[in-house]
């Protein structure tokens, strides 16, 4: 399929602690060798659900996306001029200061990064009532 894509695997490219020699037994380049080769990646196709969300309450957080086991991916966008306080975890616990900071005019945050896929609720706020903002989860 067009959307492949091939990765050169070699024993230096593979993702091992320092003290990999140690921890297989001696056996390290026995597996890198099996290991390397070419690798096809290819992306895992997803619906997405963008909902538009508005805040009813400035300064008071308000859950946007309820947590999900299944959920491959998110992404928040502040459509406000305000900043917008992301929160991943109950929102009974959320705060300003543990939270993200999301831009106004566009800013954007995921829940994905290095192989990892938030699955919390999604909980936002911003100084103003009546701000508005964009979650597509999927």
């Known amino acids: 399929a067009s959307n492949q894509s091939a990765l050169a695997v070699t024993a230096a490219s593979l993702p ?3 003290n990999a020699a ?3 037994g001696g056996n390290l380049a026995t597996i890198a060798s099996a290991l390397a080769g070419t ?4 992306p895992e196709g ?3 659900t963008p909902t538009g969300f508005t805040i009813t309450t400035g300064g008071t957080f308000q859950s946007v996306a309820a947590a999900s086991a299944s959920r491959d991916g998110c992404l928040v966008q502040n459509t406000s001029v305000h900043v917008m306080y992301v929160f991943f975890g109950a929102t009974i616990s959320a705060t300003t200061a543990n939270s993200f900071q999301v831009a106004g005019n566009g800013g954007t945050l995921g829940c994905y990064g290095g192989g990892i896929v938030l699955q919390d609720n ?3 706020t911003t ?4 701000d ?3 979650v597509n989860v999927n």
């Open 16 to 18: 091992l602690p320092g």
């Open 39 to 42: 690798l096809t990646v290819t």
């Open 46 to 48: 997803v619906t997405s």
């Open 132 to 134: 508005t903002g964009v």
């Open 127 to 130: 100084s103003t009532t009546a």
């Open 22 to 24: 140690q921890e297989t």
């Open 122 to 124: 999604i909980a936002v």
